[in-house]
């Protein structure tokens, strides 16, 4: 993570946040974003609920991070034990794994996301413009 995000691997300096987004009563992907602890350090990010009307992307901005490039790293697989237990899969479903990396005006990633979700409940729909 250190590297993706451009921070010292040898300290303590990325904030992780975890998350599981619901479908009624199905558990349907379990998120994980780290922050570099810079931006994150005296914000609500250290908050379960982020006081900010425009959420975590909305502290970024405030903080002079503003999104001007993502990638994302997209595969299938079959779920880890520990996965399987937090979205209750039923044998034989696999994943999406999804990394997002954003990246600001000055080309720096500044907060990266892990998407855990289930392949029998999620779909991925990309509508992007091209400059």
Request: hydrophobic residues 35%; negative net charge.
């Given at each position: ?28 992907q379990?998120?994980?974003?780290y ?29 002079g ?60 729909l ?6």
């Amino acid at each position: 993570m250190a590297d993706r995000l451009g921070v010292s691997a040898k300290a303590k300096s990325v904030l992780q946040r975890e998350n599981v987004f619901w479908a009624d009563d199905d558990p349907v992907q379990r998120v994980t974003t780290y922050i570099p602890w810079t931006i994150a350090k005296g914000t609500g990010l250290l908050k379960d609920e982020v006081p900010h009307q425009y959420g975590i992307h909305g502290v970024f901005e405030d903080k002079g991070h503003t999104m001007k490039h993502i990638r994302e790293e997209i595969s299938a697989r079959m779920p880890r034990a520990e996965e399987t237990q937090h979205l209750r899969l039923p044998p034989g479903v696999p994943v999406i794994d999804v990394w997002h990396t954003s990246v600001d005006q000055d080309g720096q990633p500044y907060e990266v996301t892990r998407f855990v979700m289930r392949a029998d409940m999620t779909g991925l729909l990309y509508d992007v413009p091209v400059e």
